[in-house]
C-alpha cells in the first residue's frame, strides 16, 4: 500500500536509553515510500512496581500512520491495565492488552469516518524483566534473539499463506488470493483493519484479520547478547541472520547503539528495501564490547575500500557513481567486509571517497533499480 518517491527520504529520527542494565537504540527512516507510516515505543523502566521492568515495541502501519501511532502511545497501558497482567499473569495480560486495544480503536470517533478508511497496524513487542523476556508478534513486523552472534529465536510473521492463517480466513468466508487476504491485504494479523473484521457470527480472534498476537516467554541467559524489533523493511532484504551476524561485528566496532541502528537502515536501503524501515536494538550485559582489534580492522577495511574505489575510477575511467558501484559490486578482492552487511554496508565510504574526486557530481541513487 502506498506510492512510492523519486528519490528516497533518508532522514532518519533517532533514539536511544537505558536503564535496568540495558542499553538500547532505534533508527526509524521513511526511505522510498510516500509517507512514513511506521512508529515506535522504547522505554526502559516502566516506574512503580514495573520499574525492573522495560518495554520496547514497533509498529508498521498500512493505508495511514493513525493505528500504528496509536497503538504506540497506548499498547502499553491497554496491556499493564489489566487484571491479569496485574495478577502476575503476564501472557495472558499481553494477550487481553491487545484484544482490548483492537476493540477500543474501533470505537473512537478518529477511527469511524466513513470518508476515510482508518487502516492497520503490525505490533511486535517486548518486556523485559530481570529473569524474563516476553515478546508479542501481530503480523509480519519481527523479533530475533541473539546469542553468540547468532539468531536463537525468531517470531514468525503471519502471512495469509500459513495453512492456520489461511484456515480461519476462509472459515470467515474470505480467501486468500497472489498471497494476501481477499487479494488486498498482505498480513492475516493486525491491529485495525475494520474492514476486514465484520463477520458477525464470527468472534474477535476468527475474523478475516486477526488482532491476537502470538506471544513466547525467553528466560534470560548470562549469553544473551541483544533482542532486535524490527518492521519488514528490514527483513525483506536481510535474513535474521544477516542482521544478528552484522550487528554483532559492530558491536565489535562500536557502543554507539545508534549509530549501529543507522547502519542496519542504511545498509537495508541500499540492498533494495522499498518500505519505510525502523528497527530497536535492545543490548543486554552480554553484548559484544569494542575491541582494538576489531578497530583496527575496520580502519583497514575502509582504507582498503577507498583505495579500491580511487583504482577502479582511474582504471576504468569512471565519472558517475552509480557506474562505479556496479563495477565494485562485480569484484571479489574486497577482503574483510561485515557478515551479512557486504559492501552496501561501505557504501558510505565509496561515496565519500566519490565526492573527494568529484565535488560537484551528485552521488545518490534516484532510481531503485539503478544498480
Known amino acids: ?70 497503538c504506540a502511545k497506548h499498547l502499553l497501558d491497554s496491556i499493564v491495565s489489566t487484571d491479569e497482567f496485574i495478577g502476575g499473569d503476564h501472557v495472558k495480560g499481553i494477550r487481553t492488552g491487545f484484544l482490548r486495544i483492537d476493540e477500543v480503536m474501533r470505537d473512537l470517533p478518529e477511527f469511524t469516518m466513513e470518508e476515510e478508511k482508518c487502516g492497520g497496524t503490525t505490533a511486535v513487542c517486548a518486556f523485559v524483566s530481570s529473569t524474563q523476556v516476553y515478546i508479542a508478534n501481530c503480523g509480519d513486523s519481527r523479533a530475533v534473539l541473539c546469542r553468540q552472534g547468532v ?23 474470505g480467501s486468500v488470493m497472489i498471497k494476501r487476504v481477499n487479494g488486498t491485504l498482505a498480513v492475516s494479523r493486525a491491529l485495525g483493519d475494520y474492514d476486514f473484521k465484520n463477520v458477525k457470527e464470527k468472534g474477535q480472534c476468527e475474523q478475516l484479520v486477526s488482532p491476537e498476537p502470538e506471544i513466547f516467554c525467553q528466560s534470560r541467559q548470562d549469553t544473551d547478547e541483544f533482542l532486535v524489533l524490527a518492521c519488514d523493511g528490514i527483513w525483506d532484504v536481510m535474513t535474521n541472520e544477516d542482521v544478528c551476524s552484522f550487528i554483532h561485528s559492530r ?102 571517497t566519490f565526492k573527494q574526486e568529484f565535488p560537484d557530481r551528485p552521488c545518490e541513487l534516484y532510481a531503485y533499480d539503478d544498480i
Open 1 to 70: 500500500m502506498g506510492g512510492f518517491l523519486d528519490k528516497p527520504n533518508t532522514a532518519k529520527h533517532n533514539d536511544e536509553g537505558e536503564g535496568n542494565k540495558l542499553l538500547f537504540g532505534v533508527s526509524s527512516m521513511q526511505g522510498w515510500r510516500c509517507e512514513m507510516e511506521d512508529a515506535y515505543y522504547a522505554r526502559a523502566g516502566l516506574g512503580n512496581a514495573l520499574e525492573d521492568w522495560s518495554f520496547f515495541a514497533v509498529f508498521d502501519g498500512h493505508a495511514g500512520c493513525k493505528v500504528s501511532e496509536h
Open 251 to 352: 558491536m565489535r566496532v562500536t557502543s554507539d547503539l545508534v549509530n549501529i541502528a543507522n547502519q542496519v537502515v542504511d545498509t537495508c536501503l541500499h540492498k533494495g528495501s522499498r518500505d519505510n524501515m525502523s528497527i530497536i536494538i535492545i543490548a543486554f550485559p552480554g553484548a559484544p564490547k569494542p575491541t582494538v582489534e576489531a578497530i583496527e580492522a575496520e580502519n583497514r577495511l575502509e582504507k582498503q575500500i577507498e583505495k579500491i574505489t580511487r583504482d577502479e575510477i582511474e582504471s576504468s575511467k569512471i565519472t558517475d557513481y552509480v557506474d562505479l558501484l556496479k563495477c565494485l559490486q562485480n569484484r571479489d578482492d574486497i577482503e574483510g567486509l561485515p557478515p551479512g552487511g557486504g559492501l552496501q554496508s561501505k557504501y558510505h565510504v565509496i561515496e565519500r
Open 151 to 173: 539468531p536463537v529465536f525468531a517470531t514468525q510473521d503471519h502471512k495469509p499463506i500459513l495453512p492456520e492463517e489461511k484456515e480461519r480466513i476462509h472459515n470467515a468466508g
